[in-house]
């Protein structure tokens, strides 16, 4: 929800929460005033009443009384004086319903005999005009909370402005393209103040990923071909027959750390180079089809481990990203389906539309599940690999909206791509090794 809906929904539910709070004391405090100038004639209705019971030591019907209803009964005994307010209820025979009533009930003696003495003033006029206040003031409230929620969200949404335009602005910035954050100025301070620091944070992003991708491209084009070169003259001194055992022994270690060295080089630019999304030319691939055709190019390494392949193909898993990184995708988790399992053991493929799930047998490492996808683990000592197949494989799956989630059960490791962004890996059991 975006800021400006909620701050008007805010506004909007305590606005109502107070214009109800105002209304019931409002509609209170009028009540109270009717009331109490109802009671204040009935209290002057009974002064007149006793006067002429004091000056006549009697009572009847008189036209002086006529705009309220009196009415005496005798009372037997002796009561406690005083006086008392009730609203009360009397059938109208004219308009066959019931009335309301103010009712003043109080005591007093006439020609020696105790009365009860009860003087009710109607109350329909009383509550007519309590309907025409509560209804008035509703209706101007109500007009009020529309007019100050409208005005609030016009004046909010002209003020939020500049933010939005920053936003979308922000949105479409693009590190590649090479040119700078442009932003409007702003007249207000708070907008004027976060468009200097998105400027300044910008370039300097700019500045570092320039400088992040003309290294990776520098090392991708120098280190090579040192690397390559070591590579061809130590595989030169390999063959000569002049050699000692012990100078065997070691142009062999030297050959197999360059040979790492270079895995590990091509390695740590290709996840650089992905970071910084310099892979654009995004296709939909077939990844079912793509490992499919892996595992056949690696038949003579597969039987060579002595390794059953099986897979069960109901639909192809399809995936927007780059070809290069798909092959890249593929051959790592074959590569880690193969070097970690055992001789005499399985690989089996899944595939449906949602899932592309790759098993392999081999036994439980050591390593901890939640660091699998880490650079630099691996699940047991392993010259040839170099701790970042698997973090490959997550920054591509991340980098192309493509989940990656591990499970070992039973001794059976199984690694599944799909189509939903799962953002952090999920590990259930017992870890597998990273290329």
Not at 221 to 235: D, F, R, S, W
Request: with cysteine; glycine share 6%.
């Amino acid at each position: 929800m975006k800021l400006l809906a909620q701050t008007n929904r805010i506004y909007l539910g305590f606005s109502l929460v107070v214009y109800l709070l105002t209304a019931l004391a409002f509609y209170q405090i009028s009540r109270l005033l009717i009331y109490d100038e109802v009671e204040s004639r009935l209290r002057v209705e009974k002064q007149d009443f006793e006067a002429y019971a004091r000056t006549h030591n009697a009572w009847a019907s008189s036209p002086y009384f006529v705009e309220n209803k009196i009415e005496i009964t005798p009372v037997p005994g002796p009561v406690q004086p005083g006086e008392a307010f009730v609203d009360t209820l009397i059938y109208n025979h004219y308009d066959n319903e019931m009335t309301p009533f103010r009712q003043l009930t109080f005591f007093t003696p006439i020609h020696g005999q105790l009365y009860r003495v009860e003087i009710r003033k109607s109350l329909i006029q009383t509550y007519r005009l309590i309907e025409v206040i509560t209804v008035t003031m509703v209706l101007f409230l109500g007009l009020l909370l529309l007019g100050m929620f409208w005005f609030q969200s016009r004046l909010s949404g002209r003020l939020w402005l500049p933010f939005y335009d920053t936003l979308s602005r922000v949105k479409t910035f693009d590190l590649r393209q090479g040119s700078p954050l442009q932003l409007h100025p702003s007249s207000i301070t708070e907008f004027s103040e976060l468009n200097d620091v998105l400027t300044k944070m910008a370039d300097k992003m700019q500045h570092d990923y320039q400088g992040l991708k003309e290294f990776t491209e520098n090392a991708s084009h120098e280190m090579q071909t040192p690397l390559a070169l070591i590579n061809a003259k130590v595989e030169q001194l390999i063959q000569s027959s002049q050699l000692t055992e012990n100078q065997s022994d070691w142009i062999d270690g030297i050959y197999q750390a360059s040979r790492r060295m270079a895995r590990l080089n091509q390695g740590l630019l290709l996840l650089a180079k992905i970071d910084n999304g310099q892979f654009g030319d995004t296709h939909t691939v077939d990844l079912t089809a793509e490992l499919m055709q892996r595992l056949t190019d690696m038949d003579e390494v597969i039987a060579h481990k002595q390794l059953t392949v099986s897979s069960d193909l109901r639909e192809p898993f399809r995936g927007q990203l780059p070809p290069f990184l798909a092959d890249s995708l593929v051959t790592n988790l074959i590569s880690n389906a193969i070097r970690h399992n055992q001789p005499g053991g399985a690989i089996h493929v899944c595939s449906s539309a949602e899932t592309l799930a790759l098993s392999n047998t081999g036994f439980a490492p050591v390593t901890d599940p939640g660091t699998l996808f880490d650079r630099f683990k691996k699940g047991a000592a392993n010259a040839e690999s170099v701790g970042l197949g698997l973090a490959i494989v997550r920054q591509i799956c991340h980098s192309y909206e493509l989940g990656v989630d591990y499970q070992y059960q039973s001794g059976i490791h199984t690694l599944t791509l799909t189509r939903q962004f799962a953002g952090t890996e999920r590990v259930n059991g017992m870890g597998i090794a990273a290329s």
